[in-house]
Every structure is written in structure tokens, then in C-alpha cells.
């Protein structure tokens, strides 16, 4: 473990204060597989915004599929029209910027949006392609060495798992 210490839950409504500011009054959040679909089933809950969010999956999209397969993620679920759609996309840390590429293939697969923003809890900086959240909640540095994952437990509260890659 790291000597860094996030607070997941103040982080949070920082993103919820920014994602107000995104949204309109059709706006329609989707969260990436899994912290990012947390973020977005709760800040759905916490805005009062009508129906549900989606779920999206990077997975089939990834540039590394035939190292990691399809056990490193769940499934793409919009229970909306994407064509013609104002999308939010959530997610817990940008960092590469290779999720989001994924992501925004996957979700033109099922169909147009007229428009995708993006927010995040973390940016650690890193960008391999030119990727940028419209609202980061927090930037932080940290090593290659280190990875920052969004964690949730039984209540919903989150936190962060720092871990150092082998």
C-alpha cells in the first residue's frame, strides 16, 4: 500500500458539484465498468435525474483484448436511445486515456450521440492518446509503479485502493 490518502467521499461531491454543472435537463449518465457505474448510479440517485444510468463495458474495444480477454469486465447496458443522446460518461481515474478510446467505440456501437462529455473522480495524468475529462474532481500524480482503483463497500461509501504493480 501507498502513503497516499484520497477521500473518496469528499472527491465525490466535488464530482457531483461539477456534474451538475454538465448536465441538462436531458443529459443521460453511463458509467464504465465498474467504479465509473457506481459513480453514475449514484450521482443519478443524488441529482434526481429520471430512469437509470447506463453501464458501459470497455472490454471488446480494448487495444490489449487478447492479453486481458473478457474477465476484465462486465457488460454494456443502456436503457436509452443513444442516437441523437446528450451522454455523461463517468469514470473513476483517467489515466492512459486507452479506456475511454474503448469506451467511445463501444458506445457508437449502439448508435449516434449528439454529444459525450466526460468526468472523473481522479486524473493521475499519464495520457498515451489525447484524452481529457471535461470535470476531474481531483489531479494527482503518481508513479507507473501504482495503480488507484475506486472501491465501494456494503453501504455504497467508496474509498480508494492504492497498490503498487509487481
Do not use: K, W
Given at each position: 500500500m501507498s502513503a497516499l490518502a484520497l477521500d473518496?467521499?469528499?472527491?465525490?461531491?466535488?464530482?457531483l458539484r461539477g456534474v451538475r454543472s454538465?448536465?441538462?435537463a436531458d443529459t443521460r449518465l453511463v458509467?464504465?465498468?465498474?467504479?465509473g457505474a457506481w459513480l453514475a448510479q449514484r450521482l443519478q440517485r443524488d441529482l434526481g435525474l429520471v430512469g437509470e444510468s447506463g453501464q458501459v463495458?470497455?472490454?471488446?474495444?480494448r487495444d490489449d483484448y487478447a492479453q486481458r480477454g473478457l474477465a476484465a469486465g462486465g457488460q454494456t447496458s443502456l436503457p436509452f436511445e443513444v442516437d441523437g443522446?446528450?451522454?455523461l460518461?463517468?469514470?473513476d481515474v483517467l489515466y492512459t486515456g486507452?479506456?475511454?478510446?474503448?469506451?467511445?467505440?463501444?458506445?457508437?456501437?449502439?448508435?449516434?450521440?449528439a454529444r459525450v462529455q466526460l468526468a472523473v473522480l481522479v486524473d493521475r495524468g499519464g495520457r498515451q492518446l489525447p484524452v481529457q475529462a471535461d470535470y476531474a474532481?481531483?489531479?494527482?500524480?503518481?508513479?507507473?509503479?501504482q495503480s488507484l482503483a475506486l472501491a465501494r463497500d456494503a453501504a455504497g461509501k467508496f474509498s480508494f485502493d492504492v497498490e503498487n504493480k509487481a
Open positions: 473518496a467521499e469528499a472527491l465525490y461531491q466535488e464530482l454538465l448536465c441538462g458509467g464504465i465498468t465498474s467504479g463495458s470497455s472490454v471488446m474495444h443522446a446528450d451522454i460518461v463517468l469514470d486507452r479506456t475511454i478510446r474503448a469506451v467511445l467505440n463501444e458506445l457508437f456501437d449502439y448508435g449516434r450521440p474532481a481531483a489531479r494527482v500524480a503518481l508513479p507507473e509503479t
